[in-house]
């Protein structure tokens, strides 16, 4: 049995992968006393020892040479409250700094105020895969919100979402 060759559709495509929810992140840093960030959906663990994340970005990123020039960024896991917060990095241009409270992580990178968990790295690794790039970051601090009540921002099917059930 051969499996015939046959083009994807990139609508096709982003359609089916949208059936897989994700959480919701910023990433920024801070370079030249301008803060820098873009929403990012695709984020994930790589290594416990070192302690590694990862998260894709298109090759054509405008925030993105920025932050390779800084260095270092923060991963800034989004709360169900902050909508308005991923729409806005979401865009481009100057105003997504716009009314958005931060403070600077040890690293010198924005955390944004409200997020769940935040991971302040530095760049360990960039990888070119079709027209994005993978970013490897060696984590050198991180926070983890106590609050219970609050919930990831998710994403799935082209719209947010939230947890309909507690997994505890």
């Known amino acids: 049995m051969s499996l015939a060759s046959t083009a994807i559709e990139p609508s096709r495509f982003r359609e089916a992968l949208g059936h897989y929810a994700s959480g919701v992140t910023v990433i920024t840093s801070h370079i030249d006393d301008e803060p820098v960030g873009f929403t990012c959906q695709s984020f994930h663990s ?3 020892n070192p302690p590694l994340v990862s998260f ?3 090759a054509s990123s405008y925030s993105y040479p920025k932050i390779r020039q800084a260095g270092r960024f923060v991963v ?3 709360s169900n409250a902050q909508v308005r917060i991923s729409n806005q990095f ?3 241009g100057a105003a997504k700094w716009h009314d958005v409270e931060w403070r600077p992580s040890p690293l010198g990178n924005p955390i ?3 997020c769940l968990h935040w991971f302040d790295c530095e760049i360990h690794a960039e990888h ?4 994005h790039l993978i970013v490897i970051g060696e984590v050198k601090s991180l926070h ?3 609050a219970i009540a609050t919930h990831p ?3 799935f099917k082209g719209k947010y979402c939230n947890l309909g059930v507690s997994a505890e």
Do not use: C, H, K, T
């Open 56 to 58: 894709n970005v298109m």
């Open 46 to 48: 790589v290594s416990m």
């Open 76 to 78: 800034n896991i989004l």
């Open 90 to 92: 979401a865009q481009r």
């Open 144 to 146: 983890r919100q106590e």
């Open 128 to 131: 070119p895969a079709g027209d």
């Open 153 to 155: 921002l998710l994403y």
């Open 112 to 114: 944004i105020a409200g």
